[in-house]
């Protein structure tokens, strides 16, 4: 399997398939391994992430690590936690900040990926996008009550607001989700990451 996995994830790192669309080009940016208990969907990375290579290595990924209760060797060890994007590149700038991921990685990648990760007990959905490709009609009317009804989702998925610095005014105004969706999330990440594999 993890030959396998490893074989998929050197094809991903070559995909080309939307680089006539992707301003700074293609780098996609994923990170995986055959014991991971715990998958992450994220949008797509963004001009810090394209730079460096690394999943949620910016504000986001701090904020997103507080939620989960993780330290940076955690969520970077990656027979723990895989990170998988719903779009793999960055994908420009748009009038209200980065455009959505390209809509052709997901179709093309991600059940690909999850073949590959037989142990993930959980995936998280990070923003609008991850939940329209994994729940698709099983949403609510609103990302807010998506999140809000999470234990709708359980076992298999965690919806969750996308942590960008964007986002502040959301969690002001939804102060439920770090008193009580948070501490329910980092409980069950915990429980995750410390069952045996």
């Known amino acids: 399997m993890t030959r396998a996995l490893d074989r998929l994830l050197t094809e991903i790192r070559a995909c080309r398939l939307c680089e006539a669309h992707l301003p700074l080009g293609p780098r996609p940016v994923v990170q995986a391994g055959a014991g991971a208990r715990l998958m992450i969907v994220g949008q797509a990375p963004g001009t810090k992430v394209h730079a460096s290579g690394i999943p949620f290595n910016d504000p986001s990924g701090d904020r ?3 939620w989960l209760g993780v330290d940076r060797d955690t969520f970077y060890d990656r027979e723990r936690i895989a990170l998988v994007p719903t779009g793999f590149c960055y994908p420009g700038k748009g009038g209200g900040g980065d455009l959505p991921p390209r809509p052709e990685c997901a179709p093309a990648w991600q059940a690909k990926v999850r073949r ?7 995936t998280l959905l990070v923003g609008r996008y991850a939940l329209a490709h994994y729940l698709g009609d099983r949403r609510k009317a609103t990302l807010t009550a998506t999140a809000r009804a999470y234990e709708d989702y359980l076992p298999a998925f965690w919806p969750t607001p996308h942590p960008s ?17 948070v501490p329910a999330l980092q409980a069950r990440v915990g429980t995750l990451l410390g069952e045996p594999g």
């Open 64 to 66: 997103l690590r507080a």
């Open 116 to 122: 590959h990760l037989p142990n993930v007990r959980l």
């Open 165 to 181: 610095p964007r986002n502040l005014l959301w969690l002001r105004r939804n102060p439920w989700f770090e008193a009580e969706a």
